[in-house]
């Protein structure tokens, strides 16, 4: 009412006539202050010095910057590449010379078979080559459905999700549930598409020793301790282990069952990436888990490349529909990418059909590697690295001369003399500046299910004859 | 809702003569005047092709609200399902797994679990037949609003598709053009095995590079097996830590990744505006790296040929004048510029006359407008030489598929008009009629469309998220596939639909789109243009409507 508010006022004046000065004094200054830094400009700390524009010209035209790539030699050994002139199938054209193909991953000989070309050929017919869109805008066809059914049926999962190129399957994969803030522990072996996957997650990443239970127990028992400090953060820290089923740098298995148990111990989600192992180990070619006999659904999440037993194009993951959905919005290389064109789509079909029909091939398969294995084993100045039913195996110097490049060359002379007698083999190829745990330099040597009798035992005596002529 | 809601009012207060003058700001109010200006000098008559034009005050309001009331609902659902009142239908983690850490947070999937379930049957949507002019759509039903899906097992014959990426039309099946690409598959088989410096290095491939490096008129090339890993395998290993990326603000994904890996670090500038690029290039230059003040060791500009969800074209010319005055390097992604645009379908450089050389690092994809997969990087003999070496993948992933890669090569020759034929041009030629008469016709019905008129990629804006779903549904009905993007691939409050054109879309079909966006226009109220004589819209909230379904 007016009268209470005139009251207040006459209330204020008095107040006002009452104060002591020094409160008015101060209250004034208080006033202008503020006045003052409402008017005053703002200024950035660190430009407090100012750049006159000649001083900025000159700046600019000093400026040189590196050149955008430093210069390659010539002669650099990655600059030139080998060619292959027609398919990369059991026997190979390479650079002119035709080899039986002990380089290739097509572990299942998926790669010239021809009911595989038969389906490609009759999508191609159907559906042209490409899709010209991403899967959330009509780039989705029911061939890419039938294929993530197939796929989940198979690896008796509930749901699969398909990616349209190996590489990027883990390393969309990782990013899209461990974020800023969130642990992974990482075997040190681990494949560069893993390493990238990571890199994009900004989470905190813990490596231990490859294939090392108790290093892995320790840093997870570390990681227990600082919980208990801060179990507030606990709380929201997600926490995951990634292996490799088949480690591609090494040629040997996790031990999953005992991972299943460190998972459940300390709580801690497991991502596994097949892609050597799937289609080679178990009994109807379902990988790791088959091998060890593991229930699948521990798994949190398995990711794998089509790219090697399947010899398609493409990676897929599958496990449960709560941990395989979220990457269908969150997934980068699913949602911002094309689709998987719909012909490497059908020949993975028919390559999954082949598998189910024939689940044989798998122990046909591991009885040539093991052959192989046992066959390379007291090659003078090689050693094998990697366990006896890995398809793709590695041959390390025994003895290195100190430097890498030396070795490699070595390595390559070795190759090239296996090469020149009709057996081609390659060099396994790293990122040597990238890599974190660089692997020292090998030979890589591919079984596949083509190879027969004669033709392991000429590569086997080729290698032999090359070791000993060329490793003193 | 990540976005601030504070920067969808200020976009795009683009400044089409960047060079010559400041940004204007306004704070909070839209500038309901349209940002049409009238330019000085060759390189602003580009930009009175190209035009941005504000929606009217009521319609940001009504976007807010309506974003709003669907918070707010979702909200009331969460409670309710997490009283057990309304069943819940996302999948759950396992028994055995409850008392581990969640694996999603609440609130990461408020978004998805309440917003975009509700209309998510208008994204992946299968189709059965190839992605050409028209194609076949399955029909899906959902029994629970939107959680799952069935198929009906009937399909929607001949929808017309203005939504895939066929810019060229070699989205085809026709058995004659096809038959190289057949004879591959039965020669070689679709897949590789291995990486291109061990042994996966086929003959067809450098017949390919060599190709590619004709095509676009430079010393070489290098192609890879996807075309968003082309970027996130390659921005790495040409800059690392202590370089500078300047990147456009409405970059692809693909693009952000690359720079995020490769270590350097990253400043945006405002989009196809040169004021501030040049800003931070100056500032980049005369200051150094932060706190050590270190000369940076490399500066690159990252831009788009054509943006995908703008429709704008680079202002080439500009960006390389300014890259020349400051010694910066320029990557060039023309993802969807790359035989869409100029005369003879050569991209963005033969659209503006500029020297492919003065573009560093030329990056495409072949997904577009070659209907096939992968990408390419191409530029000088000493960039493609050492990406042999160093790129991630060269070295770890897998090489392109024999088939794919001979698609490629044919529509390339196509184009090119090897043997003599015009195909390729007659293409390009009715692509870009196309696309000036379908911009052309949207302007005059009265629809907001953004970008270049030589883009055939069309964005009409929709802004409110009912009237966005309500378009992909109404469309479908009657027989048209449109694609539409919401938050967050847009800002929150310019939703649109997004018209891909192609040289295979003939006259009819366009004037059958046309007719039907008339109507759709004119029943949900969509044609917000201001400038010719279409009336005002009136005040109708299509929001309240569609929450109730």
Redesign the interface.
């Known amino acids: 009412m007016a009268s209470g508010q005139q009251w207040v006022l006459v209330e204020m004046v008095q107040a006002f006539y009452e104060a002591p000065a020094y409160h008015l004094i101060l209250e004034g200054i208080l006033i202008l202050w503020i006045i003052r830094l409402l008017f005053s400009k703002t200024y950035r700390l660190h430009e407090t010095y100012k750049?006159t524009e000649k001083?900025?010209e000159d700046?600019?035209e000093e400026?040189?910057?590196?050149?955008?790539?430093?210069?390659?030699s010539k002669d650099?050994p990655?600059?030139n590449?080998?060619?292959?002139?027609?398919?990369?199938?059991h026997k190979?054209i390479?650079n002119g010379k035709e080899c039986i193909?002990f380089?290739?991953?097509?572990f299942l000989g998926?790669?010239?078979?021809e009911r595989?070309?038969e389906k490609?050929?009759a999508s191609?017919?159907?559906?042209?080559?490409?899709?010209?869109?991403p899967?959330?805008?009509?780039?989705?066809?029911?061939v890419?459905?039938e294929l993530e059914s197939r796929l989940a049926n198979f690896m008796k999962t509930e749901e699969a999700i398909i990616y349209?190129?190996?590489?990027?399957t883990i390393?969309s994969a990782i990013p899209a549930?461990s974020k800023r803030g969130d642990l992974i522990f990482v075997d040190e072996a681990a494949?560069?598409?893993i390493q990238?996957g990571l890199?994009?997650s900004r989470s905190f990443i813990k490596y231990f020793k490859h294939n090392d239970m108790e290093d892995l127990e320790r840093l997870l028992k570390e990681q227990e301790l600082e919980d208990h400090k801060n179990p507030r953060k606990?709380?929201?820290?997600?926490?995951f282990i990634v292996v490799e089923g088949l480690y591609i740098n090494t040629a040997d298995i996790c031990p999953l069952p005992q991972l299943v148990k460190l998972k459940?111990k300390y709580?801690v989600?497991i991502f596994l990436e097949e892609s050597m192992s799937f289609g080679v180990l178990g009994e109807h070619g379902r990988g790791v888990t088959e091998h060890f006999g593991v229930n699948i659904?521990d798994i949190d999440l398995i990711s794998a490349?089509m790219?090697?037993a399947?010899?398609?194009?493409g990676g897929f993951c599958c496990g449960?529909?709560?941990?395989i959905?979220?990457q269908?919005?969150s997934g980068?290389?699913y949602c911002?990418?094309?689709s998987?064109?719909p012909?490497?789509a059908a020949?993975a079909i028919e390559a999954l059909n082949i598998m189910e029909e024939d689940p044989d091939i798998f122990s046909v398969l591991r009885e040539k590697c093991k052959h192989v294995y046992n066959a390379l084993q007291g090659t003078p100045g090689l050693k094998i690295v990697g366990v006896q039913c890995a398809p793709a195996l590695h041959l390390q110097l025994e003895r290195s001369s100190g430097s890498r490049d030396s070795d490699m060359q070595l390595l390559r002379s070795i190759v090239e003399y296996c090469m020149e007698r009709g057996v081609?083999l390659?060099?396994?190829?790293?990122?040597e500046k990238?890599e974190r745990f660089l692997p020292s330099p090998s030979v890589?040597v591919v079984v596949t299910i083509e190879h027969t009798e004669e033709d392991i035992q000429k590569a086997v005596s080729c290698v032999q004859e090359a070791a000993s002529a060329l490793l003193k | 809702m990540a976005r601030t809601a504070a920067n969808g009012n200020l976009k795009p207060h683009l400044n089409q003569n960047g060079l010559k003058r400041e940004d204007i700001k306004r704070n909070g109010y839209h500038n309901k005047r349209e940002k049409d200006c009238p330019g000085t000098g060759v390189a602003s008559r580009q930009h009175k092709q190209e035009c941005f034009e504000q929606a009217p005050m009521y319609v940001a309001v009504m976007t807010y609200l309506g974003f709003g009331i669907v918070t707010l609902f979702g909200y009331f659902r969460d409670f309710l399902r997490a009283v057990g009142i309304e069943k819940c239908h996302l999948a759950q983690e396992r028994q055995e797994q409850k008392d581990f850490v969640p694996l999603y947070q609440d609130f990461e999937n408020f978004y998805t679990r309440n917003l975009y379930m509700r209309v998510r049957d208008n994204w992946n949507r299968p189709i059965c037949s190839l992605p050409g002019p028209v194609f076949d759509v399955m029909e899906r039903v959902s029994d629970d609003y939107n959680w799952t899906f069935r198929f009906t097992g009937k399909t929607l014959h001949n929808v017309i598709n203005m939504g895939s990426y066929n810019y060229l039309g070699f989205a085809e099946n026709n058995t004659d053009f096809l038959k190289t690409v057949a004879d591959k598959i039965s020669q070689y088989g679709v897949g590789v095995c291995s990486t291109r410096q061990e042994i996966g290095n086929l003959g067809i491939h450098e017949e390919l590079e060599q190709l590619v490096a004709t095509f676009l008129g430079v010393e070489s090339s290098m192609t890879f097996g996807m075309g968003f890993a082309t970027n996130s395998m390659n921005i790495p290993a040409l800059v690392g830590k202590g370089c500078l990326i300047l990147s456009d603000e409405v970059n692809h994904t693909s693009l952000i990744l690359g720079a995020r890996l490769s270590g350097a670090t990253i400043r945006v500038f405002k989009h196809n505006n040169m004021h501030s690029l040049e800003k931070l290039l100056r500032e980049a230059v005369c200051s150094g790296q932060p706190r050590t003040h270190r000369p940076w060791k490399k500066i690159l500009i990252m831009v788009e040929g054509i943006y995908s969800m703008e429709g704008s074209l680079v202002r080439l010319p500009e960006i390389i004048t300014l890259k020349k005055k400051y010694k910066a390097y320029l990557f060039l992604d023309e993802a969807h510029s790359i035989g869409a645009v100029g005369p003879t379908g050569r991209g963005v450089t033969e659209l503006f006359n500029v020297n492919p050389v003065d573009v560093d690092v030329m990056m495409g994809t072949f997904t577009k407008s070659f209907g096939a997969a992968g990408g390419y990087i191409a530029g000088k003999k000493e960039l493609v030489d050492y990406l042999r070496c160093q790129s991630h993948s060269a070295v770890y992933a897998t090489s392109l598929s024999p088939p794919v890669t001979e698609q490629i090569i044919r529509a390339m020759k196509c184009i090119m008009g090897n043997n003599g034929s015009t195909e390729g041009i007659r293409r390009i030629r009715q692509l870009a009629e196309n696309t000036r008469y379908f911009r052309a016709r949207l302007k005059e019905m009265g629809f907001i469309i953004y970008g270049h008129e030589d883009s055939p990629v069309v964005p009409i804006l929709l802004y409110m998220p009912g009237k966005v779903v309500a378009f992909a549904r109404e469309m479908l009905e009657r027989r048209i596939g449109v694609v539409v993007v919401g938050f967050p691939a847009t800002p929150i409050s310019e939703a649109r639909a997004r018209f891909c054109l192609s040289a295979a879309h003939t006259r009819e079909m366009l004037n059958k789109v046309l007719h039907h966006l008339n109507e759709v226009g004119d029943l949900l109220c969509l044609k917000f243009s201001r400038r010719k004589h279409s009336s005002r819209p009136g005040l109708h909230d299509e929001t309240e409507l569609e929450l109730s379904s």
Not at chain 1, 110 to 113: E, I, K, Q
Request: glycine share 6%.
């Open positions: 750049l001083e900025k700046l600019i400026w040189q910057p590196e050149p955008l790539v430093p210069p390659v650099h990655s600059l590449y080998d060619v292959v002139t027609g398919p990369p199938s190979i390479i193909n380089a290739s991953f097509n998926l790669l010239d078979n595989v070309k490609a050929l191609l017919k159907k559906y042209g080559v490409g899709t010209c869109g899967r959330g805008f009509y780039g989705t066809f029911d890419h459905l349209s190129y190996g590489f990027a390393a549930y494949c560069f598409s990238k890199q994009a606990a709380r929201v820290t997600r926490k459940y709580k989600r659904d490349n790219e090697n399947v010899a398609s194009i449960r529909s709560f941990v959905d979220h269908r919005l980068q290389g911002f990418s094309a998987l064109p012909m490497l020949a081609a390659t060099l396994a190829r790293y990122l990238e890589r």
